[in-house]
């Protein structure tokens, strides 16, 4: 009998803790999908399915199909219900829950693909993980230091600060040279250490090759020759490579 009510207070530790980072990733996100959530709980299709409709069930969370116009695709997401919300919100925060109006189909696909690069990276010994809501937030606060806005910032597992920029399409080259310049201006400042770009396999290497064809940037109003100790800081990695290599930051 024992072995039985231990095994099954296992079990509901087990079931809260999975339910419990669902509930944190989606405070953090507003939404995100089964797919995402398998990635963070190391789960099949089936077993996240059975998660989500047990906290469906709960009115924890909810879900909202979105159709994408002039295309026969669509994809379920997930969010906070209101209950789910208060019990995922620190007590002196006002709790934040899923609205779809807010929801735009556009930033759909890059929010899912940013939310799959942090949880690879979270598992990997990333930490202090901090998403483009936030940094929108703090470059409002702070304009001279966040001069450039990631898509996130973390402290990598060699300690470094990180921006991480997805890049699923590429930019125009002249915005690069000002991107790049943004950078170096916060990485003479100490606000990051390095930059990670995680792209699609074909444009990783053509858009590393890119940044090295920069000579010159403005650097804090003067015309300055790019060095390589610069150039050193920024990486280039495939979505397929960042899902195993991560680490090596």
Request: hydrophobic share 40%; proline share 3%; with cysteine.
């Amino acid at each position: 009998m024992s072995n039985l009510i231990t095994s099954k207070v296992e079990r509901d530790r087990i079931r809260a803790d999975k339910q419990s980072k669902i509930l944190s990733l989606l405070l953090e996100e507003r939404f995100s999908t089964s797919a995402v959530f398998a990635l963070l709980l190391d789960m099949t299709p089936n077993g996240v399915q059975r998660t989500l409709r047990r906290m469906e069930k709960a009115e924890l969370i909810k879900s909202h199909t979105v159709d994408f116009e002039l295309s026969a695709w669509n994809l379920k997401i997930w969010g906070l219900t209101p209950t789910g919300a208060l019990l995922a919100t620190d007590m002196n925060e006002d709790p934040k829950f899923f609205e779809v109006g807010r929801i735009k189909p556009i930033t759909i696909a890059h929010s899912l693909a940013l939310q799959r690069v942090k949880v690879v990276a979270l598992s990997f010994g990333w930490e202090q993980w901090e998403s483009s809501s936030r940094m929108l937030k703090k470059a409002n606060e702070s304009r001279s230091e966040w001069i450039q806005v990631p898509d996130a910032v973390a402290r990598s597992p060699k300690g470094r600060k990180v921006a991480i920029e997805l890049e699923r399409t590429a930019k125009t080259p002249k915005r690069y040279v000002e991107i790049l310049a943004n950078y170096a201006e916060m990485i003479s400042m100490g606000v990051i250490d390095e930059v990670v770009y995680v792209c699609p396999e074909q444009l990783t290497t053509r858009l590393e090759r890119l940044f090295h064809r920069i000579e010159k940037i403005i650097f804090k109003g003067r015309v300055i020759t790019l060095s390589e100790n610069l150039l050193s800081r920024f990486y280039f990695i495939s979505y397929e490579k960042w899902e195993v290599e991560a680490h090596k930051f």
